[in-house]
């Protein structure tokens, strides 16, 4: 019977374990987490959603407080087209961040940025050129584009000089997603490096409308595989969304797969961004505390546990301090939802608000608690503690019982 380290990733002249743990933000995936994947000769992602405000706990910047200074006079406005984002700070914050991750970089694998495109941040295309040039400026090995079509982002980085030397890839949900992206990146001359295929088990948003349970990804990549095949394309392809043992990954690298995405088992780990009190949350759930619901204001649906504080919370919208989902207008579906609400209980001193979440603020404080799909047999991957709680696991442990261990066995951690 094999184990994942009988197979090798190749992208262009790197040889990695095919492990990759999957970009989590808003720092979730820490550089922590990320720099462990990397020392083991895998592949870690790193999240660039809302750096400037990640980038402040620990560089001790400012960038949230100076944006909230700057407009604070807009607070009580519904309108929140004046509130922008000062690309000289966004490429600052970004560079920076990444900067300090490829310093600390050892060991043979590779760290990617996971860029998710509906972070629209009131000025979607002039945001998202920032932030992609400037992780490449900063030497980030590669860029996986997540959370939307990416039918313009080659182009915006076309003429960097990296362009060609770095590794680009996409998550798709399906066939036709990549035939737009493909169609559509085909005037820049450049293939994607690698394919992420993203099935409906996994955690944060899903590329699947509600009824995503009736997707399920051997057979979307099986249907990816054949037309590339078709097409002689040959890019590697990489399933994500609920491959939880060492075992799961290896039927698909039997299949074809180059390497596996994963995530959720990395939700426990000692590096997780996540604070310790919401891992436990993750160990505890059952599959009935998991749901996928429509709250997100990105229009996606999201997986998370019902019990998330975020739910529910009708908070002041944060755009002033945060906004990176406001669209090109300055809308976001939070805002019109509070909005509504406040209007519906005149004089109320707390409302709540049910059909949308203010996921900038949610994400940031850890309140909305994404999560695969499997989170569930989380508990089975570690020892219970006397006092009642669950064992967190290392990063190391994680990658290595997905690395060598056999069939459906998950290496418990030493007692
Ligand atoms: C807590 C959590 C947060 C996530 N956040 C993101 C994200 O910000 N961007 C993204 O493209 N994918 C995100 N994902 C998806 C993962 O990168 C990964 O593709 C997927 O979850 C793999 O499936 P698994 O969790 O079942 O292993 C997230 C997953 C989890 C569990």
Redesign the pocket.
């Known amino acids: 019977m094999k184990c994942v380290d009988d197979f090798r990733l190749r992208l262009g002249k790197h040889e990695l374990v095919p492990i990759v743990?999957?970009?989590?933000?808003?720092d979730?995936?820490t550089a922590e987490l990320a720099l462990v994947a990397v020392r083991l000769g895998g592949i870690g992602?790193i999240?660039d959603?809302m750096l400037p405000t990640v980038s402040d706990r620990p560089h001790q910047t400012k960038y949230v407080k100076d944006k909230l200074k700057q407009y604070k006079y807009n607070v009580d406005n519904a309108d929140k087209s004046a509130v922008r984002f000062d690309l000289g700070l966004l490429a600052e914050a970004t560079e920076h961040h990444v900067r300090k991750v490829m310093e600390t970089k050892r060991g043979s694998g590779l760290v990617f940025i996971?860029c998710?495109e509906k972070l629209t941040m009131n000025a979607p295309k002039e945001t998202l050129r920032v932030r992609l040039r400037s992780a490449l400026d900063a030497g980030i090995d590669g860029i996986?584009l997540?959370?939307g079509l990416h039918l313009g982002s080659f182009a915006l980085i076309e003429d960097h000089p990296r362009f060609r030397d770095a590794q680009l890839g996409i998550?798709v949900s399906s066939l036709r997603a990549l035939q737009l992206f493909l169609k559509k990146s085909a005037r820049t001359h450049r293939l994607p490096d690698y394919i992420?295929v993203?099935?409906p088990?996994?955690?944060?948003?899903l590329g699947f409308g509600m009824d995503w349970a009736n997707y399920d990804l051997a057979t979307i990549l099986a249907e990816i595989r054949a037309w590339l095949t078709a097409e002689r394309l040959d890019i590697p392809l990489v399933p994500?969304?609920?491959?939880?043992t060492g075992g799961d990954a290896v039927g698909f690298l039997e299949n074809g797969a180059a390497a596996v995405?994963?995530?959720?088992?990395?939700?426990v780990a000692k590096e997780c961004g996540?604070p310790d009190e919401v891992k436990q949350e993750y160990f505890k759930a059952s599959e009935a505390d998991i749901e996928v619901n429509g709250i997100s204001p990105t229009g996606y649906p999201m997986?998370m546990l019902k019990g998330s504080p975020g739910i529910g919370a009708g908070i002041r919208p944060n755009c002033e301090a945060y906004g990176y989902l406001l669209d090109a207008s300055g809308n976001c579906q939070y805002i019109d939802a509070y909005n509504r609400e406040v209007a519906a209980h005149p004089g109320a001193k707390k409302i709540q608000v049910w059909d949308k979440t203010c996921l900038c603020t949610h994400m940031r404080n850890f309140d909305i608690?994404?999560?695969?799909?499997?989170?569930y047999r989380l508990k089975d991957t570690t020892r219970r503690l006397p006092d009642d709680g669950y064992a967190l696991l290392t990063a190391e442990h994680i990658f290595n019982d997905y690395r060598y261990s056999k069939g459906n066995e998950i290496a418990l951690p030493a007692a």
């Open positions: 743990i999957g970009g989590m933000g808003v979730i995936s992602h999240s959603a996971n998710m996986t997540a959370a998550i992420v993203e099935g088990l996994a955690g944060g948003h994500a969304g609920g491959i939880f995405q994963v995530a959720t088992r990395f939700t996540l997986r608690w994404t999560c695969g799909h499997y989170t």
